[in-house]
């Protein structure tokens, strides 16, 4: 599915504190940022209301989980991916997260069969940041061969290294920090890996006590869906300019947006 860009001006807006289906430590305070999707001038914007957030806060030991899905659709991953290997938030204990578009993009390196779903669900604008030009739905094999090896000259052996280190998942306290979800009633170790970067409907539609609170992305809302399992934060931040972190602290949430 391709999406309408609407880029304008963008500011920062903080919510009250709520309580929060599940705890973290009572050391630790938590930040989860959805998915980027090649808006680096969000991520950007996100990180240093984060810093300011947490200078402002009593002093607890931070840590912020990224939940995947840094490139495609935006305009800039390549700046995306290169903003976040500097280490963006020192002081901070840092989780990336692999989603279903890192999946793919790392798949069209050796799998020229992806290319033209890929390039359709954004993979066009991830190129475009690397240089090379593409068409959506690109299906001719001669091209797709081409833009392989042309990606394999681009793409920075810092970049390889980025993805190919991404998290499948991260658990700190109650909750469970993955992209897309987890099957219920599957115990983690056995799940699918696919399941992780790309459930829907069996996961959102549930109920159940997963054991944790599962903390997503991938799935877009208009608002952060925050319900006794499970809390989606995936706004739509490359097509609407929302791009939203949870804070997560003792038994207490907050959101920080881009708006």
């Given at each position: 599915?391709?999406?309408?860009?609407?880029?304008?001006?963008?500011?920062?807006?903080?919510?009250?504190?709520?309580?929060?289906?599940?705890?973290?430590?009572?050391?630790?305070?938590?930040?989860?940022?959805?998915?980027?999707?090649?808006?680096?001038?969000?991520?950007?914007?996100?990180?240093?209301a984060v810093e300011e957030?947490?200078?402002?806060?009593?002093?607890?030991?931070?840590?912020?989980?990224?939940?995947?899905?840094?490139?495609?659709?935006?305009?800039?991953?390549?700046?995306?991916?290169?903003?976040?290997?500097?280490?963006?938030?020192?002081?901070?204990?840092?989780?990336?997260?692999?989603?279903?578009?890192?999946?793919?993009?790392?798949?069209?390196?050796?799998?020229?069969?992806v290319g033209p779903s890929?390039?359709?669900?954004?993979?066009?604008?991830?190129?475009?940041?690397?240089?090379?030009?593409?068409?959506?739905?690109?299906?001719?094999?001669?091209?797709?061969?081409?833009?392989?090896?042309?990606?394999?000259?681009?793409?920075?052996?810092?970049?390889?290294?980025?993805?190919?280190?991404?998290?499948?998942?991260?658990?700190?306290?109650?909750?469970?920090?993955?992209?897309?979800?987890?099957?219920?009633?599957?115990?983690?170790?056995?799940?699918?890996?696919?399941?992780?970067?790309?459930?829907?409907?069996?996961?959102?539609?549930?109920?159940?006590?997963?054991?944790?609170?599962?903390?997503?992305?991938?799935?877009?809302?208009?608002?952060?869906?925050?319900?006794?399992?499970?809390?989606?934060?995936?706004?739509?931040?490359?097509?609407?300019?929302?791009?939203?972190?949870?804070?997560?602290?003792?038994?207490?949430?907050?959101?920080?947006?881009?708006?």
């Amino acid at each position: 599915m391709r999406f309408s860009l609407r880029r304008r001006a963008a500011s920062i807006r903080r919510s009250d504190w709520h309580p929060a289906p599940a705890q973290v430590p009572e050391d630790e305070r938590v930040y989860a940022i959805g998915d980027i999707h090649g808006r680096l001038d969000l991520l950007q914007m996100l990180v240093a209301a984060v810093e300011e957030e947490q200078r402002g806060l009593p002093p607890l030991r931070p840590t912020v989980v990224f939940l995947g899905d840094y490139v495609d659709r935006g305009p800039e991953s390549r700046g995306v991916i290169d903003f976040l290997l500097e280490q963006p938030l020192p002081d901070f204990a840092r989780v990336y997260l692999r989603g279903n578009h890192e999946d793919w993009f790392e798949s069209f390196r050796s799998d020229m069969s992806v290319g033209p779903s890929w390039l359709y669900c954004g993979g066009v604008e991830t190129l475009a940041s690397y240089g090379l030009r593409a068409t959506p739905g690109e299906d001719d094999p001669m091209r797709l061969r081409a833009l392989q090896a042309d990606l394999a000259t681009s793409l920075p052996a810092s970049h390889r290294a980025f993805l190919r280190e991404l998290e499948l998942y991260r658990e700190i306290g109650g909750y469970l920090f993955v992209h897309a979800g987890i099957r219920p009633g599957v115990p983690l170790a056995e799940q699918a890996i696919d399941d992780f970067y790309w459930i829907r409907d069996a996961f959102l539609r549930s109920n159940a006590d997963h054991g944790h609170v599962v903390v997503h992305g991938h799935t877009i809302a208009n608002e952060a869906q925050v319900c006794p399992n499970r809390i989606g934060i995936d706004t739509g931040a490359f097509a609407t300019n929302v791009l939203t972190c949870l804070v997560l602290e003792a038994d207490r949430y907050r959101l920080i947006q881009t708006a």
